[in-house]
């Protein structure tokens, strides 16, 4: 129980490391479907497409099979997933005639894409629209001139910097953690 790293791994037996090795699994996959859960939360048609097959299960009373605990026979892991294989519970994946549901993997995953590609034209029609516009003010114009608050180090405007994924975020702040203004 001690804090070598040389004798961590000689002490385990190997049912310890399966147990840990299944334990780190099911945190993985708890991950995994947390992403996928705030992905049907913000994508906009994956919350409607949702919402509306929420709306015909409660109509319809049910209709989209139940959960595998419906027989009343508990069948041991968190979520009322079975022990071993990959059957999902119908709610989640495919419906009872076959088709995916929203929940999908696929689905979930190739309305992202079209979310995404979605937002990323929009904002290319925003920056044409913004050039043409830029192009018709009168050189000097006080419209064109950009606050110098909104200039990153390089001069450059801070929404026309590349995104990084936020890698910089603590690069602005100063020794206090407020941003700086200048």
């Known amino acids: 129980a001690g804090g070598s790293a040389a004798s961590k791994g000689a002490l385990l037996s190997p049912s ?6 299944i334990q ?11 992403g996928y859960e705030a992905l049907c939360e913000v994508v906009p048609a994956l919350r409607e497409a949702i919402r509306a097959e929420e709306e015909r299960e409660a109509a319809g009373g049910g209709g989209g099979g139940g959960g595998d605990d419906a027989d009343g026979k508990g ?3 968190a979520g009322g997933r079975p022990e071993r ?11 009872a005639d076959g088709r995916a549901g929203p929940r999908s993997e696929n689905v979930v995953l190739q309305k992202t894409i079209d979310y995404i590609n979605g937002l990323i034209a929009e904002r290319s029609a925003l920056q044409q629209r913004l050039q043409i516009a ?3 003010l009168p050189l000097g114009h006080h419209a064109a ?6 200039l990153d180090a390089q001069g450059v405007a801070l929404w026309e910097r590349e995104w990084n994924g936020g890698m910089d975020l603590d690069a602005g702040l100063g020794d206090d953690g407020s941003e700086d203004e200048g």
């Open 16 to 21: 310890q490391k399966r147990a840990n090795h």
């Open 75 to 77: 069948k041991g892991r």
């Open 134 to 136: 830029r192009g018709v």
């Open 145 to 150: 001139q950009i606050d110098p608050r909104h």
């Open 85 to 95: 294989g990959k059957k999902r519970r119908k709610s989640e994946g495919e419906k």
């Open 24 to 34: 780190s699994e099911q945190k993985r996959r708890a991950n995994i479907r947390r």
